[in-house]
């Protein structure tokens, strides 16, 4: 699958910088792609059958392509015929090492230990460590496997678990955990018996990827609640699947409207995911047009300031916390984030105070104090969120703002530039 330049493409990628002149009104359409949060674990599902599967709305961004390189790595054939089109198939005899370089740059790699061990009896994959947002350990996902019957020994960084055949057990999540209710649903997909995941997480992305087993023969009720239940069977064939919309792209975009929106038509996209974002931007005075698989949204006179706080889905996403948090600087008062999701994910704040933010951290809460007019500055990415956050920020700020550090912000936004450009934005990617 890898195509040809791709490690260049990458390697280049660590150079490229972003730059936007701010100040201009944004209308027009922009297509939301597929949901990389959905594309990851579907990807990762693939390696439970031999057969072929095809997915359709993957996104072009590279966690995409780190994990077409991870499911390589372990013996399957990915192809890419057209965009947003991946077709896997499995081989006999599948490796089953997920090794550190992989793993280290992205942390849902983590995702194929579940499958691997659920078809193969064996998995070997690096722990992901520590990340810029915050320890985010996999504990839970590890407690999940010793549950359905794995052994597990942790050494020199990696965790490898054994298994003859998992059988199906009781997992209860003492917090719900998006990564490890889909680990353990994919791994119960083929235990002997049946398994209850308790307080599992319900993100629309657990959704789509029991759909997507479904389609592969899995027997799987309750996705979407806070109890899922798997009935083993004793195989998975081959399937095709559609990715939902992504609802962080979209969220983005949603913010760049409530900034410097004039009729922003956002399309493709699920306007049911991202309620609790609609709700907040139109509590801070945006005017959101909603409609079957699409949003429109204008920029208001006057932005008012609104607290949140992010919670597992169906409340705020943190994903969303560092782009919502630039809007705030535009609104007239004090508004309160709290991060409650992961500790450690205000690094986009150091960057908004380059660009004249009036923001203080005190512990988990960001304290915003608006209106601020934004400058343009020279702003490092840390981390894929902060990065889209700076971008939007460089949106609305007065002169020429350039965003280093790309590589963080294409993991997961597809032609960002391309989209926004074309909506009206002056925005380039450029090598220095
Ligand atoms: C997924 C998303 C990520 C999003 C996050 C929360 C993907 C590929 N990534 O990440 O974009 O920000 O959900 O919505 O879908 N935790 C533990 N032990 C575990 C697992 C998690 O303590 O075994 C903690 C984490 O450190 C975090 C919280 O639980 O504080 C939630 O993490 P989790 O829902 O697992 O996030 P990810 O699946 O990693």
Same mark, same amino acid.
């Given at each position: ?133 915050g320890a985010r350990p996999v504990d839970r996902h590890l407690d999940g496997f010793v549950r359905l019957g ?23 999540f003492d917090v719900p955990t998006v990564g490890g209710t889909e680990n353990c649903m994919m791994a119960a /997909?083929? $235990?002997? =018996?049946?398994? &209850?995941? @308790?307080? +599992?997480?319900? %993100? ?7 759909? !997507? ?32 919309p992504d609802r962080i792209e979209a969220g983005t975009y949603l913010i760049a409207g409530a900034l410097a ?67 705030? /600087?535009? $609104?007239? =008062?004090?508004? &309160?984030? @709290?991060? +409650?999701?992961? %500790? ?7 960057? !908004? ?80």
């Amino acid at each position: 699958m890898t195509r040809p330049g791709d490690a260049t493409r990458h390697y280049n990628a660590r150079m490229e910088k972003l730059r936007i002149q701010g100040g201009r009104l944004l209308s027009g359409v922009v297509p939301i792609g597929g949901a990389k949060n959905a594309a990851l674990p579907a990807l990762a599902a693939t390696l439970l059958t031999e057969q072929e599967v095809r997915l359709e709305n993957v996104p072009a961004v590279r966690d995409v392509d780190t994990t077409c390189k991870l499911l390589q790595q372990l013996g399957v054939t990915v192809q890419r015929p057209s965009p947003g089109v991946v077709v896997t198939r499995g081989s006999g005899s599948t490796d089953s090492e997920a090794p550190y370089e992989l793993v280290k740059t992205m942390r849902a790699s983590f995702l194929v230990l579940g499958p691997l061990l659920a078809r193969t009896g064996h998995g070997r994959v690096s722990l992901p460590g520590g990340c810029a947002i915050g320890a985010r350990p996999v504990d839970r996902h590890l407690d999940g496997f010793v549950r359905l019957g794995a052994e597990l020994r942790v050494e020199h960084g990696y965790v490898e678990a054994r298994c003859s055949r998992l059988r199906g057990a009781e997992i209860a999540f003492d917090v719900p955990t998006v990564g490890g209710t889909e680990n353990c649903m994919m791994a119960a /997909t083929l $235990a002997q =018996g049946v398994t &209850v995941l @308790r307080n +599992a997480a319900r %993100e629309p992305e657990i959704i789509d990827l029991a759909m !997507l087993l479904k389609r592969m023969g899995a027997t799987i009720t309750g996705a979407g609640t806070d109890t899922i239940r798997i009935e083993g069977v004793d195989q998975l064939h081959g399937a095709e699947h559609r990715v939902i919309p992504d609802r962080i792209e979209a969220g983005t975009y949603l913010i760049a409207g409530a900034l410097a929106g004039e009729g922003l038509e956002l399309i493709n996209c699920c306007p049911d995911h991202l309620q609790s974002v609609i709700d907040k931007v139109r509590d801070a005075g945006v005017q959101v047009e909603v409609l079957a698989d699409s949003l429109k949204v204008t920029r208001p006179a006057l932005t008012l300031p609104v607290d949140l706080r992010t919670q597992p889905y169906p409340g705020f996403p943190t994903d969303m916390q560092a782009q919502f948090m630039v809007l705030m /600087t535009q $609104a007239r =008062g004090r508004s &309160v984030i @709290r991060e +409650a999701i992961f %500790e450690n994910r205000f690094m986009h704040v150091p960057e !908004l105070h380059r660009m004249g933010a009036d923001i203080s951290i005190d512990g988990r809460s960001a304290v915003v104090r608006g209106r601020t007019a934004l400058s343009a500055a020279r702003v490092m990415a840390t981390d894929l969120r902060a990065s889209s956050a700076l971008v939007l920020a460089g949106l609305l700020a007065e002169g020429e703002t350039v965003v280093d550090r790309l590589y963080h912000l294409d993991r997961g936004y597809e032609k960002l530039e391309i989209k926004l450009t074309a909506a009206g934005a002056v925005v380039q990617r450029f090598r220095e």
